[in-house]
Structures are given as structure tokens and as C-alpha cells.
């Protein structure tokens, strides 16, 4: 069967009611009467269809192999540009002109006559658990969400792909798109007037897509669902089983893969205008289809801000999500005039984050004139409100004045005579990442015992130097030294921050950078204020690989959790090594000359 057979016995189908004229059948087909006359003849020949253009029921045996028999949805992901909406629900659970997008796309389909619908949920899942009940779904828990990208949700419903509509739950079908029958493998596709990052689509004559690019001008670009036919399925299930297990497959969409089998994989162009399907990217985009979210974006993070800066909801514009953090999610925003950043805290965070400790810093931070970014914090929820600096850049390691500047904010911190009731107590916080780590099966490599017992004899030579604890930041690295265009620099971001020995924070500003020893030496100098002698050297370099192994075994926690730290983790591992052998060599030599002496 061709298209026009299977579109105009689709159209039979759908009118066997028989309100559906001959001059009504030629216009919705859009072909010349002559030509609808020989389809009609040759359905009639066939006995699919009779004299009274009615489809009979080896008609509708005929359209069984492009019946669509299920539908899957994707609601794994965290929609991370969609800030701050996407902080506090997933984005499948907006209401967009008064219906929730999910909810909406399972009544489309429903009423396109397909019940068999799976939704594959991740990030937030507990709260799309209703949906089972509520629309007779299937539910699939994609326990990866946070670390791959969506073929991690597609590998688990592989063995029901099918005759398959591939949706998203963050999408909205002004129309309904889904139909009962389809003749082929599709994606849908629309019209970029001009330039896009979108993924645009080059096809055949035919309109079967033969390149995908990212990016392009003047072009039919990936937008909305995409429907995949039983044969289809079964060549892409196949790829996607072989090839899951690589990095690229996993880290990338799915619609990656398919482009990279293109040849292999047939899918066809299906063209919509942008009047028929909305994807909104941005809190601006959904504000501007729909008008209710300007005065109520229904959000807690609008509340904060409203409270903290006396204005509504309508005044903040200009958002997008700032991606600079390891540990949190940010965004920027416009507000009456002046430029902000909301920090939320990451998920998680609250087993190693101690909020009430962290917000008591910040005051006194400010107070110190340390950091003049800082609006206010929650104590007990995490959140924080900054003023954004504009053309800033972090502290460069390799100029010696915004060293010596950054040191002298560190040394004012440290001398400032202030406190808080809460300690950092680095081993203890060692400990707890050293065990969560194991439990995860990432300690388990063949000189970690040999890091760890390292560390302990270190720890044990520096704890004997008896060392009076100041408040200190706990996280002094380049980033978190902020710079604005006059050149004042603020030290932000006091999330760790505790009582703790004072070589702390030094021991962080060496483990992050990539001194040689010699320029080790130079800074803790510095910092000093004077040459070290034997006693304060071999207390910092200490402490330098004590920070260094804990920023390691963070790290490692990070990147079992699906966080990466980029180069880091190999940086916090060498430094480990580095430092420990100097500073056991250091302690220990005045142990031998010690007992020389005697």
C-alpha cells in the first residue's frame, strides 16, 4: 500500500460515519479529482473499500500493521535551563493555560485511541507517581536521570518499542498530533526563519531525513514527538543495546545516536507550523504563550525573592540558569534595575553542607567587608540571594598581586577574632565521604589503602602542633575569589565554612592549583606574612595534603552521584601524594634530629 492508499483508506476509516463527501475527501487529501478517483478504484478492487466510498473490514484489517500501539514518555530528565521552575517540580508538571503538560499530552493520546502508554520518570519521580492511577500509565523508574542522558530511559522500555509514539512530557500540542494509524517512522519537524541551535533536518526528495546538524539557518529543525514504526524499533533497539555502553551514547540524546545509524535507521520528515507545537526552553518563553505566569509562576524561589527585595513577581525578567557551581543550582535575574543570583541548594547537599553554619558566616563575612555580593540566606532551607557582579572573573594563580590580595582576605578572616558554634572537623568529614565512597564500590583501587594510611600518620603529626582554630572559609580556591571590573575581590561561595585550624583554608587554595613545591613554599610565605620556619612549613604542607585527599575522596563522591569534576580528581590525587611525602619527610626528619639532640 502507497501513502495517498493509506491515507485516503485512513481517512475512510475515521469517516465511517459517512458525513465525509467525495469533494470533502479530495480537499483534505489535497489531490486532483482524477487522481482520488483511481485510489478510490483501486481500494474498491481491492476490497478495501466500497462503491460508497465506506471502508469495509478488509479495509480495516489492511490499516492493522500501522496501528500505534503504545506510547512512551519521557519525564526522567531535571530540565535544568528551565530555572527556577524546574527546582521545585519537573517540568512535566507545569500547568500551561490551565492543564498540566503531561496531563494534557495523556488525554491526546487517549483520545487518539491509544491506551498503552508507559511514562519513564526520574528526577522528582515521586511526584508523577499519581499519573498511574489517575490515567491507567505504566510507570518506569529511570534511577540514572541524573548522570546519563535520555537513551537511559529509552533502554528501559526497549522491549516495548513497537509501533511506538517517542514523546516528551514537556511539550504542548496546541492540536492534537497523535492519530490511531500511521504509515511510517517520522519526527515531527518546523520552520526556523533564520539562524537556530536547533537540530535541522536535511532530507530527500521524499522527505526521508538523510542528515541531521546541529544548528543551521533557513532550515526544518527536530521539535515535539517522533513516532517510531515496528521495523524501526527493531534495528534501533538493536543499536542502541550495542552501543549503550559507551560514554558518547549514554551522554548524549538519543536522537545523537540515531544520527550517527542514520544511514541504517529510515525516518521521514513530519512538518508542523510552530502555531502547532510549543517547547518552552525558559520561564520568558512560557510567559509569553501564556500571560498567567507573569503576575503567579505558582513558585516558592518567586516568593523568596519577592519577600527579600520588596517587589512582585512581575518585576523579575531576564532569567537564565548559571551552570558555575559543583554543588548547587543558580540562576540570574533582572529585578527593578539591578542584576542578581539566586542560589538553590543541590540535592544531597545537606549530608555534607551544614546551612545554619554556612549562614552565619556569610553575616559575618559581610560584616568584614569580605563579601559584598551577599544579600541574605535561609538558615534553614539553603537558599541565597547575591548581587551579581558584572564583568567578573576569578583570581588567576599566576598573578602575584591578586594572590597577595585573595591571602590577605583570608589572613583578615583569620584574624578577625570572630566565631561561630560550628566546627569543621576535616577528618571527621573525611571519614564520612571515605565510607560512603566504599559503599559505592568506588575505594577500591590499588593505592587507596596506601593514600588513606598516608593521610592518618600526617593528620596525627599535624594535630600534635596544636593549633588554635579560627573561623575559616574552607573552600579558598580561584573561583571563589571574585573579582569585578575595578579589581576589588570578594571571597563568596562560605558553604564549608567552619572553626577549623587555619592551614585549612590554605590547604585548599594549594591543593587547587598547580604549584610546584617551591611556589607551595612562596605562598604559605604569603600568607604568613614572613619566611615559615621548619614548624609552620612542615604545618601547612600538612595540611596541603590533608586538603587534598579530602577534596579527592569529595570528589569521588561527586562522580559516583553522576557529578563531574572535570580534572580535579586527578589533580586532588597527585597533590595527595605530593604533599603527604613532604610532609612526613618534613615531620619526620625533626623526629630523627629530635632524637639526635638527645
Given amino acids: 500500500m502507497n501513502q495517498l492508499q493509506f491515507r485516503t483508506l485512513f481517512m475512510l476509516y475515521e469517516n465511517r460515519d459517512g458525513k465525509l463527501s467525495r469533494n470533502n475527501l479530495k480537499d483534505r487529501l489535497k489531490v486532483p479529482a482524477g487522481r482520488l478517483d483511481t485510489v478510490l478504484s483501486n481500494l474498491q478492487e481491492a476490497g478495501l473499500?466500497?462503491?460508497?466510498?465506506?471502508?469495509?473490514?478488509?479495509?480495516?484489517?489492511?490499516?492493522?500493521?500501522?496501528?500505534?500501539?503504545?506510547?512512551?514518555?519521557?519525564?526522567?530528565?531535571?530540565?535544568?535551563?528551565?530555572?527556577?521552575?524546574?527546582?521545585?517540580?519537573?517540568?512535566?508538571?507545569?500547568?500551561?493555560?490551565?492543564?498540566?503538560?503531561?496531563?494534557?499530552?495523556?488525554?491526546?493520546?487517549?483520545?487518539?485511541?491509544?491506551?498503552?502508554?508507559?511514562?519513564?520518570?526520574?528526577?522528582?519521580?515521586?511526584?508523577?507517581?499519581?499519573?498511574?492511577?489517575?490515567?491507567?500509565?505504566?510507570?518506569?523508574?529511570?534511577?540514572?536521570?541524573?548522570?546519563?542522558?535520555?537513551?537511559?530511559?529509552?533502554?528501559?522500555?526497549?522491549?516495548?518499542?513497537?509501533?511506538?509514539?517517542?514523546?516528551?512530557?514537556?511539550?504542548?500540542?496546541?492540536?492534537?498530533?497523535?492519530?490511531?494509524?500511521?504509515?511510517?517512522?517520522?519526527?515531527?519537524?518546523?520552520?526556523?526563519?533564520?539562524?537556530?541551535?536547533?537540530?535541522?533536518?536535511?532530507?530527500?526528495?521524499?522527505?526521508?531525513?538523510?542528515?541531521?546538524?546541529?544548528?543551521?539557518?533557513?532550515?526544518?529543525?527536530?521539535?515535539?514527538?517522533?513516532?517510531?514504526?515496528?521495523?524501526?524499533?527493531?534495528?534501533?533497539?538493536?543499536?542502541?543495546?550495542?552501543?549503550?555502553?559507551?560514554?558518547?551514547?549514554?551522554?548524549?540524546?538519543?536522537?545523537?545516536?540515531?544520527?550517527?545509524?542514520?544511514?541504517?535507521l529510515s525516518l521521514y520528515i513530519r512538518k508542523y507550523s510552530d502555531d502547532d507545537i510549543k517547547e518552552f526552553d525558559s520561564l520568558e518563553e512560557l510567559r509569553y504563550f501564556d500571560k498567567s505566569y507573569i503576575e503567579n509562576a505558582d513558585s516558592k524561589v518567586f516568593t523568596n525573592i519577592c519577600n527579600a527585595l520588596h517587589c512582585q513577581e512581575s518585576d523579575i525578567s531576564d532569567i537564565y540558569p548559571i551552570s558555575a557551581g559543583l554543588t548547587n543550582a543558580s540562576f540570574f535575574f533582572s529585578c527593578c534595575g539591578r542584576k542578581y543570583v539566586y542560589r538553590h541548594p543541590g540535592v544531597g547537599t545537606e549530608v555534607y553542607i551544614n546551612r545554619k553554619a554556612e549562614a552565619l558566616a556569610m553575616s559575618i563575612a559581610q560584616e568584614l567587608k569580605l563579601d559584598n555580593t551577599f544579600i541574605c540566606m535561609d538558615k534553614d532551607e539553603g537558599w541565597k540571594l547575591s548581587y551579581f557582579i558584572e564583568n567578573a572573573r576569578t583570581m588567576d594563580y599566576h598573578n602575584e598581586d591578586e594572590v597577595s590580595k585573595a591571602l590577605g582576605l583570608v589572613r583578615k578572616l583569620h584574624k578577625s577574632g570572630r566565631s561561630t558554634p560550628y566546627s569543621f572537623h576535616i577528618w571527621d568529614e573525611i571519614r564520612k565521604f571515605e565510607e560512603t565512597i566504599a559503599r559505592m564500590g568506588r575505594s577500591g583501587f590499588n593505592d587507596m589503602e596506601e593514600m588513606h594510611d598516608d593521610i592518618v600518620k600526617v593528620m596525627h603529626f599535624a594535630d600534635a602542633d596544636n593549633v588554635k582554630p579560627c573561623l575559616c572559609h574552607c573552600d579558598c580556591y580561584d573561583p571563589n575569589f571574585l573579582i569585578d571590573s575595578s579589581g576589588n575581590m570578594n571571597l563568596i561561595d562560605w558553604e564549608y565554612s567552619g572553626m577549623a585550624d587555619p592551614a585549612t583554608d590554605i590547604g585548599t587554595f594549594l591543593a587547587c592549583s598547580d604549584y610546584d613545591m617551591e611556589k607551595a613554599d612562596q605562598t604559605i610565605a604569603v600568607y604568613l606574612q614572613h619566611v615559615p620556619d621548619v614548624k609552620e612549613l612542615r604545618h601547612y604542607i600538612a595540611y596541603a595534603a590533608i586538603l587534598s585527599y579530602y577534596w579527592f575522596v569529595w570528589a569521588l563522591y561527586q562522580d559516583s552521584v553522576g557529578k563531574n569534576v572535570g580534572s580535579y580528581l586527578y589533580q586532588w590525587y597527585r597533590c595527595t601524594k605530593a604533599y603527604s611525602k613532604r610532609a612526613l619527610e618534613l615531620y619526620q626528619n625533626e623526629k630523627s634530629a629530635e632524637g639526635k639532640a638527645q
Fill in 49 to 264: 473499500a466500497d462503491s460508497k466510498c465506506q471502508i469495509t473490514e478488509s479495509g480495516i484489517h489492511a490499516l492493522e500493521p500501522f496501528k500505534v500501539k503504545n506510547a512512551v514518555i519521557m519525564a526522567a530528565g531535571m530540565s535544568t535551563r528551565f530555572a527556577p521552575l524546574s527546582y521545585e517540580k519537573p517540568k512535566a508538571l507545569l500547568k500551561v493555560k490551565g492543564e498540566i503538560l503531561i496531563e494534557r499530552e495523556i488525554r491526546q493520546l487517549q483520545e487518539a485511541g491509544i491506551t498503552d502508554i508507559t511514562v519513564v520518570v526520574g528526577y522528582m519521580k515521586e511526584k508523577l507517581f499519581y499519573l498511574a492511577d489517575k490515567f491507567g500509565v505504566s510507570i518506569v523508574v529511570n534511577e540514572d536521570y541524573y548522570r546519563y542522558n535520555n537513551p537511559s530511559s529509552l533502554i528501559l522500555v526497549a522491549d516495548k518499542l513497537d509501533n511506538t509514539y517517542i514523546c516528551s512530557s514537556d511539550d504542548y500540542f496546541v492540536n492534537n498530533v497523535f492519530e490511531p494509524f500511521v504509515y511510517r517512522s517520522y519526527y515531527a519537524a518546523v520552520y526556523s526563519p533564520g539562524k537556530t541551535d536547533e537540530y535541522c533536518l536535511t532530507t530527500d526528495r521524499n522527505g526521508r531525513i538523510e542528515k541531521v546538524s546541529f544548528g543551521g539557518t533557513d532550515a526544518w529543525y527536530m521539535l515535539g514527538h517522533a513516532y517510531f514504526s515496528r521495523s524501526f524499533s527493531k534495528r534501533f533497539v538493536r543499536i542502541l543495546k550495542a552501543e549503550y555502553d559507551s560514554q558518547e551514547t549514554r551522554s548524549q540524546l538519543w536522537e545523537n545516536l540515531y544520527a550517527r545509524y542514520i544511514s541504517d
